[in-house]
Nanobody, 122 residues
């Protein structure tokens, strides 16, 4: 089972990026998936989660700026990030669960991608 995150990069404050997470090895169409991030010197934190039928949950810090979505036919999840701020700078990790339960805790997810770096300059 592999989760491959992509789409990170360097962007100016106020800009946008779209992250993708492609799953292989098994289907996650019936499972919750999510995004976490970890900035240097900080703990990993929840960003957004999505259920199998696309019910969503967001951290307060990204609500109204980020949009999580999924395409079960492609076994892929996305994170559209708009109005980016320097404090959004972090390595972003995609995750997937064995269950259809969106959690804001890392221990709620069994599968993790390798992370993609997002850097927002001021």
């Amino acid at each position: 089972v592999q989760l491959q995150a992509s789409g990170g990069g360097l962007v100016q404050a106020g800009g946008s990026l779209r992250l993708s997470c492609a799953a292989s090895g098994r289907t996650f169409s019936t499972s919750a998936m999510g995004w976490f991030r970890q900035a240097p010197g900080k703990e990993r934190e929840f960003v957004a989660g999505i259920s199998r039928r696309s019910n969503t949950d967001y951290a307060d810090s990204v609500k109204d700026r980020f949009t999580i979505s999924r395409d079960n036919t492609k076994n892929t999840m996305y994170l559209q990030m708009d109005s980016l701020k320097p404090e959004d700078t972090a390595v972003y990790y995609c995750t997937a669960s064995d269950y259809n339960l969106v959690s804001n805790k890392p221990e709620g997810y069994a599968y993790w991608g390798q992370g993609t770096l997002v850097t927002v300059s001021s």
